[in-house]
């Protein structure tokens, strides 16, 4: 790893570490991912459109965690443990949105794509959870707020040991 692509994964590192605390601290507010995680959350119920009607609910938020982990592994996969950190922090990121919808089940403030039932409220009544959803979804936020915490250090780490790991598998050319 050259020490620009050092400097610049160092950055994107602090940004996002940043960027994850001030998503934490205002879940009401849009953050710029949200506009990739809407879509995706939506097109987990067409996914999961071949299941019960709970497995179509549920299908939404399934998805939004299915994508970003599905980049996490191949990364993983490739030995650039930094490229899955940055994946893991969006998979955080996501669990500040699901908390937010999660703690709106009983309310149903929250405005929804084209209409039609709230997903967690559906879910929790079917589950007789409805009453826990403020703590479900504090309980989601912290899930959350570990895996910004994991993702920053994994990223620092993975800096720190860029060298080591090119010495540990010497056979693998590094990643660009």
Same mark, same amino acid.
């Given at each position: 790893? #050259?020490? +620009?692509?050092?400097?610049? &994964?160092?950055?994107? @590192?602090?940004?996002?570490?940043?960027?994850? !605390?001030?998503?934490?601290? #205002?879940?009401?507010? *849009?953050?710029?991912?949200?506009?990739?995680?809407?879509?995706?959350?939506? +097109?987990?119920? /067409?996914?999961?459109?071949?299941?019960?009607?709970?497995? $179509?609910? =549920?299908?939404? +938020?399934? *998805?939004? !965690? /299915?994508?970003?982990?599905?980049? $996490?592994?191949?990364?993983?996969?490739?030995?650039?443990?930094?490229?899955?950190?940055?994946? =893991?922090?969006?998979?955080?990121?996501?669990? *500040? %949105?699901?908390? &937010?919808?999660?703690?709106?089940?009983?309310?149903?403030? !929250?405005?929804? $794509?084209?209409?039609?039932?709230?997903?967690? +409220?559906?879910?929790?009544? #079917?589950? &007789?959870? !409805?009453?826990?959803?403020?703590?479900?979804?504090? %309980?989601?936020?912290?899930?959350?707020?570990?895996?910004?915490?994991?993702? @920053?250090?994994?990223?620092?780490?993975?800096?720190?040991?860029?060298?080591?790991?090119?010495?540990?598998?010497?056979?693998?050319?590094? @990643?660009?």
């Amino acid at each position: 790893m #050259t020490l +620009t692509e050092r400097r610049w &994964r160092g950055g994107l @590192t602090i940004i996002l570490a940043l960027y994850g !605390l001030w998503c934490g601290l #205002t879940p009401d507010r *849009f953050h710029l991912p949200d506009a990739i995680d809407l879509p995706i959350h939506e +097109t987990g119920h /067409i996914v999961f459109g071949w299941g019960s009607e709970v497995l $179509v609910a =549920l299908g939404g +938020t399934l *998805f939004q !965690l /299915i994508v970003p982990l599905a980049f $996490v592994i191949y990364f993983w996969r490739r030995k650039d443990l930094h490229a899955s950190s940055v994946a =893991l922090w969006w998979v955080g990121q996501n669990c *500040f %949105n699901i908390a &937010r919808y999660i703690a709106d089940a009983r309310a149903q403030e !929250l405005p929804l $794509v084209g209409g039609g039932e709230h997903d967690w +409220t559906f879910l929790l009544s #079917t589950w &007789r959870l !409805l009453p826990q959803d403020q703590t479900l979804a504090h %309980n989601v936020s912290g899930i959350g707020w570990l895996l910004i915490g994991i993702s @920053t250090w994994l990223g620092w780490f993975a800096l720190a040991n860029a060298d080591k790991a090119l010495l540990a598998f010497p056979h693998q050319e590094p @990643t660009r």
